[in-house]
T-cell receptor
């Protein structure tokens, strides 16, 4: 059974805090995506990973293929980072479709 | 280079009517994916299309739903005889190549919010 688990489901942080969101999946994947969705808004693709680590501005994404785990980190968080962060994977053999986690709702306060 | 364009952004339909959602992929992208996000639920895959072909429709409900991606024009997701349970956000995504493997970045549209009254 293909599953994508995210934690935490909800996260509140103060401005400036370092934030980590975790994602675990069950079987081999061809790629893992981190997505951002603002309330009532569209979806922005933040990262696509198949191994290692990627960094873009204050965002860092890592993946451990052996442990089937990925993390999204936000350094020096800001209220504009408030959004839902979604992990999605393309499984090996079914790479044409993404399987999504339920998302992590992040609220960053002043 | 415009992103993935979806329209309408918001659509209200009465039960029994038809809903048509359009998606124009990014320039140069020939692969289109449709996903549905039900209220308070995660995103779910519906269908994957290439120009004039349905590649994978394993996520499409068996009845009332259809999708196409003609040689010319946008991809269309069509829902016939809509019911309240069809109320959801429908997202389109496109990619330049096949699948979601490394190097084949996927881009999402802003979504179309369907409300069935």
């Amino acid at each position: 059974k293909n599953e994508v688990e995210q934690s935490p489901q909800n996260l509140t942080a103060q401005e400036g805090e370092f934030i980590t969101i975790n994602c675990s999946y069950s079987v081999g994947i061809s790629a893992l995506h981190w997505l951002q969705q603002h309330p009532g808004g569209g979806i922005v693709s933040l990262f696509m990973l198949s191994s290692g680590k990627k960094k873009h501005g204050r965002l860092i994404a890592t993946i451990n293929i052996q442990e089937k785990h990925s993390s999204l980190h936000i350094t020096a968080s800001h209220p504009r980072d408030s959004a839902v962060y979604i992990c999605a994977v393309g499984y090996t053999g079914t790479a044409s479709k993404l399987t999504f986690g339920t998302g992590t709702r992040l609220q960053v306060t002043l | 280079n415009a992103g993935v364009m979806q329209n309408p952004r918001h659509l209200v339909r009465r039960r029994g009517q038809e809903a048509r959602l359009r998606c124009s992929p990014m320039k140069g992208h020939s692969h289109v994916y449709w996903y549905r996000q039900l209220p308070e639920e995660g995103l779910k895959f519906m269908v994957y299309l290439q120009k004039e072909n349905i590649i994978d429709e394993s996520g499409m409900p068996k009845e009332r739903f259809s999708a196409e991606f003609p040689k010319e024009g946008p991809s269309i997701l069509r829902i016939q005889q809509v019911v309240r349970g069809d109320s959801a956000a429908y997202f389109c995504a496109s990619s330049p190549g096949q699948g979601t493997g490394p190097g084949n970045t996927i881009y999402f549209g802003e979504g179309s919010w369907l409300t069935v009254v």
